[in-house]
């Protein structure tokens, strides 16, 4: 097996479009949560969100004609490809199309078209649907685009397992370029889930957070006793990965590795988290990384803000490392950039490799009250410096019961 590394990111969510924004308003615990001004907005019952800001410059590098066959989500998912792609200084240069993939997760795809066409056909009763409905809304298409755009004819994979999507997107692109198979992916995650149609669907599922009237960007409290639940975002992450010996001679700035990968499956509910389903899923990616609990470092928590998750991620984390792990920091980002679903995994990836870059544990922001339930080390309110973390834990539950874990390494 070949060591991964990850040759550069492309990112774009409701903390900035670029790496070092996001990076600069995550260790600065800035919310990208706020109430949503819609149109539709007054038939929510939890109006917030954590929308991605585009202008104009954002999108002059975009074909009008190729926009207009994107949903937002493949939109998003090429931007940050093509950012990531131009961080990498070269990654796709010398490397035969056939040896490089796309490697993609969503959980809800092009859900925006859909829902817009559902309205015309239902709604309006009308019977002229856009003739570019079916290519707006298939799952497959922000990868397909990617593919197109930087002409890759190796595998291009799309991966929907919920909120764990992305997260099963990269893994399984490391096993492909750590295994000799392909040479460079482009993988990460993208979802663009704010349709009234999906915002209604999951309030119907009560999982979704209360408003904090006196500050809504304060809604999403992971591992907080007052938590209400989850606040859905919008977003994109990519990265760039390709074995690590390629990367250092062509001098990469490599934002760190790919050390293992594990994936299970619940079997038991299709929403309620499983405690042994995810512990599983943490000590399969150690095995594959080769490396004892005690050589973890940091974790960054799947950590939605539900009463369920929250206390099953601590008592998962709890069988792993036994006693440790009261003192492993754990970090759980979406209390700052929503749940972007499929995409969740991708962000946090970056994140999770940001965070060892600058030797930073990230905040758990919003974490008022104390749950004896959740009783490890969140991190709350402050990022903390000086955290010299060499190996973390990026941890993806979902829906159906499929949990997926990635084991990062810092770049050394």
């Not at 755009?149 to 692109?173: D, H, K, N, R, W």
């Not at 299709?270 to 995810?278: D, E, L, N, V």
Request: charged share 15%; proline share 4%.
């Amino acid at each position: 097996m070949r060591r991964v590394a990850v040759s550069a990111a492309g990112v774009y969510s409701s903390l900035g479009n670029s790496v070092a924004e996001v990076w600069c308003r995550a260790r600065a615990g800035r919310s990208g949560v706020h109430r949503l001004d819609i149109p539709f907005a007054s038939r929510l019952s939890s109006p917030i969100a954590a929308t991605v800001r585009l202008d104009a410059a954002d999108v002059v590098g975009i074909d009008p004609l190729q926009a207009r066959m994107l949903d937002r989500f493949s939109l998003l998912a090429v931007l940050a490809a093509k950012q990531a792609v131009a961080a990498s200084q070269g990654a796709l240069a010398g490397v035969a199309a056939e040896r490089c993939g796309v490697f993609l997760g969503t959980g809800m795809g092009g859900t925006l078209s859909m829902d817009d066409g559902y309205q015309t056909l239902y709604g309006e009763r009308s019977d002229r649907i856009k003739p570019f409905t079916v290519l707006l809304g298939m799952h497959n298409a922000a990868a397909a685009w990617i593919g197109i755009e930087f002409g890759l004819q190796g595998p291009s994979m799309t991966y929907s397992t919920a909120c764990s999507s992305s997260a099963v997107a990269i893994g399984e692109a490391w096993l492909r370029v750590a295994s000799g198979q392909l040479d460079v992916v482009i993988t990460g995650g993208s979802e663009a889930p704010l349709s009234l149609g999906s915002l209604k669907a999951w309030e119907a599922l009560h999982t979704v957070a209360k408003p904090q009237p006196d500050d809504p960007s304060t809604s999403c409290r992971p591992f907080s006793k007052d938590r209400s639940g989850l606040v859905l975002g919008e977003g994109a992450a990519m990265l760039v990965i390709e074995p690590w010996e390629r990367a250092m001679a062509r001098g990469a700035d490599v934002l760190g590795e790919i050390l293992g990968y594990g994936h299970t499956n619940d079997a038991s509910h299709i929403t309620r988290p499983g405690a042994a389903g995810q512990a599983a899923a943490m000590r399969a990616a150690m095995s594959a990384a080769g490396i004892d609990p005690c050589e973890v470092h940091a974790i960054n928590a799947h950590g939605t803000a539900t009463q369920a998750n929250d206390q099953t991620e601590t008592q998962a984390i709890r069988a792993v490392f036994g006693k440790r792990a009261e003192r492993i920091p754990v970090s759980a980002t979406k209390a700052m950039h929503g749940h972007l679903l499929g995409a969740a995994g991708a962000l946090e990836c970056l994140l999770a490799l940001l965070a060892m870059r600058h030797a930073t544990a990230l905040p758990t922001m919003h974490l008022c009250q104390v749950d004896p339930d959740c009783d490890l080390d969140y991190v709350p309110n402050v990022a903390r410096e000086d955290v010299a973390a060499g190996v973390m834990l990026s941890n993806s539950f979902a829906f159906g019961g499929s949990n997926a874990v990635l084991v990062l390494g810092a770049a050394k």
